[in-house]
T-cell receptor, first 113, second 114 residues
Framework: DADVTQTPRNRITKTGKRIMLECSQTKGHDRMYWYRQDPGLGLRLIYYSFDVKDINKGEISDGYSVSRQAQAKFSLSLESAIPNQTALYFC????????????FGPGTRLTVL | AQTVTQSQPEMSVQEAETVTLSCTYDTSESDYYLFWYKQPPSRQMILVIRQEAYKQQNATENRFSVNFQKAAKSFSLKISDSQLGDAAMYFCAYRSRNFNKFYFGSGTKLNVKP
């Protein structure tokens, strides 16, 4: 079974709809992240969380919100989706220690019409 | 914030040959970590190799190696004996030792020709 899972894998929605993307992990990591990937821009950080009570904005948090329901679950919401939020969204986790890499989920392809 | 630059949006290499992907970064820190990730068409992000800035020796992982030039703030990835399965997007990433955020470059798409 995958260590980091994301649901749904693909989603098409309409402008103005509320969307929730979910992320779960079995790695036991405290640190969790949400990124969006756009062609030519790489991955940009939306929100990150170091534990259930510690949530921080990333570089592009406007239009997004998050919820850390438990150590293993971190959800990303688009309250009112707009077309320029069409992107590939990744959840990632990271273990303690400076040398550790981030582990990524399989991504969610979101299209806002 | 740190910036990571990958100046080659796309590259091509013949199967079995060697290719080098470039990455530069901007930082005032002395202690940090650098990573290369591979993203094949499956979209999964896969760690290829990491380099600790305090280590002078370049990291290697089988056919993958890096050329880390700390003074020049350069971190290139060399792929030897390229295989069709190496075709993917490659992202360079920077992480400060004291902060838990990664900064990613814009990516280089690698095509491998049979």
């Amino acid at each position: 079974d995958a260590d980091v899972t994301q649901t749904p894998r693909n989603r098409i929605t309409k402008t103005g709809k509320r969307i929730m993307l979910e992320c779960s992990q079995t790695k036991g990591h405290d640190r969790m992240y949400w990124y969006r990937q756009d062609p030519g821009l790489g991955l940009r950080l939306i929100y990150y969380s170091f534990d259930v009570k510690d949530i921080n904005k990333g570089e592009i948090s406007d239009g997004y919100s998050v919820s850390r329901q438990a150590q293993a679950k971190f959800s990303l919401s688009l309250e009112s989706a707009i077309p320029n939020q069409t992107a590939l969204y990744f959840c990632a986790t990271q273990g303690q220690g400076a040398r550790y890499e981030q582990f990524f989920g399989p991504g969610t392809r979101l299209t806002v019409l | 914030a740190q910036t990571v630059t990958q100046s080659q949006p796309e590259m091509s290499v013949q199967e079995a040959e060697t290719v080098t992907l470039s990455c530069t970064y901007d930082t005032s820190e002395s202690d940090y970590y650098l990573f290369w990730y591979k993203q094949p068409p499956s979209r999964q992000m896969i760690l290829v190799i990491r380099q600790e800035a305090y280590k002078q020796q370049n990291a290697t992982e089988n056919r993958f190696s890096v050329n880390f030039q700390k003074a020049a703030k350069s971190f290139s990835l060399k792929i030897s004996d390229s295989q069709l399965g190496d075709a993917a997007m490659y992202f360079c990433a920077y992480r400060s030792r004291n902060f838990n955020k990664f900064y990613f470059g814009s990516g280089t798409k690698l095509n491998v020709k049979p």
